[in-house]
C-alpha cells in the first residue's frame, strides 16, 4: 500500500546517491500545478540549468502523449519531471526507452518483476497501463536542446476515476503487500533517472538496448498501429539498433516506425 504522507523535498533529498544529489540542481514540490512538464519547459525557455526537478501532489491539466490528458488526481500517485541539456535534438534519440529502463529497475528493486515496457514509453504491468514518460523538447538557437523529461506512475489510483479511456493499474493491486513510501520511492526514481540522463550523450540508447529487450511486453504480439489517421497491422519483432519499432506485416516484410499508437490485446 503506498504511504499518504506528503512529498517533502528534504525527505526526498536525503535518500538521493551521491550521484543523484551531484545532478540534481534544484527539487521544488508543488501541491497543485497545471502540468510538471509545462512549469519546467517554461523555466527551460528561460534558460534554467540541468538538473531542476518538481514534483506535485496534484496536476490539473497533466500532459500525455499525443496532447492527452494524463489524469492526475490529488495526492499518493507519483507526477514530476526534470529539465537536463543536451548538445543537440540528436543526442536525444531513444532517450524516453533509457529512461524507461529506469523506471522498470526501481520496480525490480521493489521485487516487483511483472512489469514491461510498451513502446515507445509507457509502463505496463498483465496489459494494463502502470505509467508513463512524456519528453518535450526546446531546442536553442545555439544548436543546444532542453529536454523535459515526465513521468507518471499509479501507486494508488482510484477505480472510477473519471477521464481515462484504456486498461489502467497501480502499486497496489500489483503488489497489494508492499508498502510504498513516495519520498522514497521518488527519490529511487531520480537515483536511476537523473544518471541516465547526465551519461546519454556518451553511452546513447546502446547501453539499454539489450536491458529494454527484454522487458519489451509487444514482442511477438499482433497489433495495430496509428500514424496519423493510417492504420498498419503487423506483427512486433522488436525494436532496431536505434529504437525504432520493427513490424512484420502480413506479406512477411518488416517495416520500422520512429513513433505512433500502438494498441494490443493483452
Known sequence: MPNCTLLNAPKIIEHLT??????????????????????????????APSGCVCFAEEQ??????????????????IYG?????????????????????GVI?????????NVGLKWPNDIYSDGKKLGGILIEVNSHVDGNASAVIGFGLNLNLPVDVEGITQSFTDLTKIAPNMVFERNHFIAQLL???????????????AAYLDEWRGYDCLVGKHVNLFVGTQKISGNVKGIDENG??????????IQTFASGEVSFSA
Not at 519531471?81 to 529502463?101: C, D, E, M, P, T
Not at 525504432?244 to 516484410?253: A, N, S, V
Open 18 to 47: 551521491q550521484a543523484a544529489q551531484n545532478a540534481c540542481f534544484e527539487l521544488e514540490i508543488f501541491a497543485c500545478i497545471d502540468s510538471t512538464n509545462n512549469y519546467l519547459m517554461t523555466r527551460a525557455q528561460n534558460n
Open 60 to 77: 490539473t491539466a497533466g500532459k500525455g502523449r499525443l496532447g492527452r490528458q494524463w489524469i492526475s488526481p490529488l495526492g499518493q500517485n
Open 81 to 101: 519531471s526534470f529539465l537536463w541539456k543536451f548538445n543537440s535534438v540528436a543526442q536525444l534519440s531513444g532517450l524516453s526507452l533509457a529512461i524507461g529502463v
Open 105 to 113: 529497475r526501481v520496480l525490480n528493486q521493489h521485487g516487483i518483476f
Open 191 to 205: 537515483n536511476e533517472l537523473l544518471p541516465i540522463a547526465a551519461t546519454f550523450e556518451e553511452q546513447k540508447l
Open 244 to 253: 525504432l519499432l520493427k513490424l512484420q506485416r502480413g506479406d512477411g516484410t
